[in-house]
C-alpha cells in the first residue's frame, strides 16, 4: 500500500511540474507574438509600406518627410509652440466650442503678475483655436505672449491695454485679427510678427499703439478695417500688402510721421489700391508729395485734410470722383493735376488751401469745376 501511495504522489509532482511548464511556454509565446505584431506595425511615410502582419493600433503613426506637411497629433499641448514652455492651464478660463475645440475667453487674478504668457496648444485634450474677445486686456504687467499653432484667430480687444506688451509670436495659420486687438500696445515698436496667413485686420487694430514706429502687412492681407494704425504718432514707414484694394476710413488719421520706407518726401500708394476712404490721411503731415496709382477711382472726402507739407500732387486719369474737403487745409499745397475726363468734385475740395493752381484740360469736367469754384488754373504741362 505504502508503495501505491508513493508512486501516485510521484505523478501527481510530474503533472504538476508539466503543466507549469505548457504554462511558461503559453507565456513566451505570447510575448513572442505580441513582440513581433508590435515590429510590424504599418507606419506612414507619404507612402504605405507593410511589412508581415499589420497590427491594429487605432492610430497611424506619421512620419516627418522632407518637404511634407505633417499632421499634427491632436491635443498636442505644445504644438507651434517652438520649445516655449506653456503656461499652467490654470492661469486661462475657457470654453468649449461647438467643434469640440477649445477658446480662450479670459485669466484669472494669477495672470496679472505675468510678464510673459505661452498659451498651450491644447488643454484637456482639446486644441486651442481660438481666443476670445478681451481675452487678455489690461495685462499691464505683460511684456511677451506666445500663440500655439492651432489657433484662426483672436477676437475684439484681446489684447487692449497691454501697455508693456513689445513680444509678440503668432503662428502661421492664423487668418484674422478682430477689432482693436493690440490697440493702446504702446510698448509694440513693429508688425513683423504677422503670419504671411493673414488676411484680414479689424478696425482699430493697433490703434494708439504710439511705440509703433514702423508696418509692414504680409501681402496676404486683402481687408483693413477702419482706422487700423489711427493715432500711431510715431509710425514713420509703412509697407502695403498687394492684395489690399481699399484704404479704409480714418486709417492713417493722425500718424503726423508717416512717409515711406525710402524717405519722407514722397508717399506712394501702390498700383492695385481703388479707393481711399474718408479722412484715410488726416493730419499727416510729413510727406511733400504723394504719389497715386493708376488704378485708383475715388478719393473719399477729407482724405488728405490737413497734411500741412504737402506741395504737389496728381490725380490720375482713372479717378472719377473726389470727395468733399478731400485737399483741405493742406497750406502749402501749390500744385494740383486734375484728370482730362469725367470726374465729379465734391464742395470745398481746397477748402484753406490757398496757394493751390490746378492744372486742367480746356473743356474738361475739371475746369469747369474750377471756374465755379474760384480755384486759379494754369495750363497743363506741355
Same mark, same amino acid.
Given at each position: ?23 511558461? $511556454?503559453? !507565456?513566451?509565446?505570447?510575448? @513572442? %507574438?505580441?513582440? =513581433?505584431?508590435? *515590429?510590424? /506595425? +504599418?507606419?506612414? #511615410?507619404? &507612402?504605405? $509600406?507593410? !511589412?508581415?502582419?499589420?497590427? @491594429? %493600433?487605432?492610430? =497611424?503613426?506619421? *512620419?516627418? /518627410? +522632407?518637404?511634407? #506637411?505633417? &499632421? ?14 506653456? *503656461? ?295
Amino acid at each position: 500500500m505504502k508503495k501505491i501511495i508513493s508512486l501516485i504522489l510521484v505523478g501527481a509532482i510530474a503533472c504538476l511540474a508539466f503543466t507549469s511548464c505548457d504554462l511558461n $511556454a503559453t !507565456t513566451d509565446s505570447s510575448k @513572442t %507574438t505580441e513582440s =513581433t505584431e508590435s *515590429t510590424n /506595425t +504599418t507606419v506612414t #511615410t507619404g &507612402t504605405t $509600406a507593410t !511589412t508581415g502582419t499589420t497590427a @491594429t %493600433t487605432g492610430t =497611424t503613426a506619421t *512620419t516627418p /518627410t +522632407t518637404g511634407t #506637411t505633417v &499632421t499634427p497629433v491632436l491635443g498636442d499641448p505644445t504644438f507651434g509652440l517652438d520649445g516655449e514652455t506653456p *503656461t499652467d492651464v490654470s492661469v486661462f478660463k475657457t470654453k468649449v466650442l461647438a467643434d469640440g475645440t477649445v477658446a480662450i475667453t479670459g485669466t484669472y487674478s494669477a495672470a496679472a503678475e505675468l510678464t510673459k504668457i505661452v498659451v498651450p496648444a491644447a488643454i484637456d485634450g482639446k486644441r486651442v483655436t481660438k481666443i476670445d474677445e478681451s481675452a487678455f486686456a489690461t495685462l499691464s504687467k505683460l511684456t511677451e505672449v506666445v500663440i500655439p499653432g492651432y489657433v484662426k484667430s483672436i477676437e475684439a480687444y484681446a489684447f487692449r491695454d497691454c501697455t508693456a506688451l513689445a513680444t509678440v509670436k503668432l503662428p502661421e495659420g492664423l487668418e484674422e485679427l478682430g477689432e482693436g486687438v493690440f490697440s493702446a500696445c504702446k510698448a509694440l515698436t513693429n508688425t513683423d510678427f504677422l503670419p504671411s496667413t493673414l488676411t484680414t485686420l479689424g478696425a482699430r487694430v493697433f490703434e494708439s499703439c504710439e511705440g509703433l514706429l514702423k508696418a509692414s502687412l504680409p501681402d496676404s492681407v486683402s481687408k483693413v478695417g477702419e482706422r487700423a494704425f489711427q493715432a500711431c504718432n510715431n509710425m514713420a514707414e509703412f509697407k502695403f500688402p498687394a492684395a489690399l484694394t481699399k484704404i479704409p476710413t480714418r486709417m492713417f488719421q493722425g500718424c503726423k510721421k508717416l512717409a515711406i520706407s525710402t524717405g519722407y518726401d514722397v508717399f506712394t500708394i501702390p498700383e492695385g489700391v481703388t479707393e481711399i476712404g474718408a479722412y484715410a490721411f488726416f493730419e499727416c503731415q510729413q510727406p511733400a508729395a504723394i504719389s497715386l496709382p493708376s488704378t485708383l477711382t475715388k478719393i473719399g472726402k477729407n482724405a488728405f485734410d490737413t497734411c500741412r507739407r504737402l506741395k504737389t500732387i496728381t490725380i490720375p486719369e482713372s479717378v472719377k470722383s473726389i470727395g468733399d474737403c478731400a485737399f483741405a487745409s493742406c497750406t502749402l499745397l501749390s500744385t494740383v493735376v486734375m484728370p482730362s475726363g469725367d470726374v465729379t468734385i465734391g464742395k470745398d475740395v481746397f477748402l484753406s488751401s490757398n496757394k493751390v493752381k490746378v492744372q486742367a484740360v480746356a473743356g474738361s469736367a475739371a475746369e469747369k469745376w474750377c471756374t465755379e469754384n474760384g480755384i486759379t488754373l494754369v495750363a497743363p504741362a506741355a
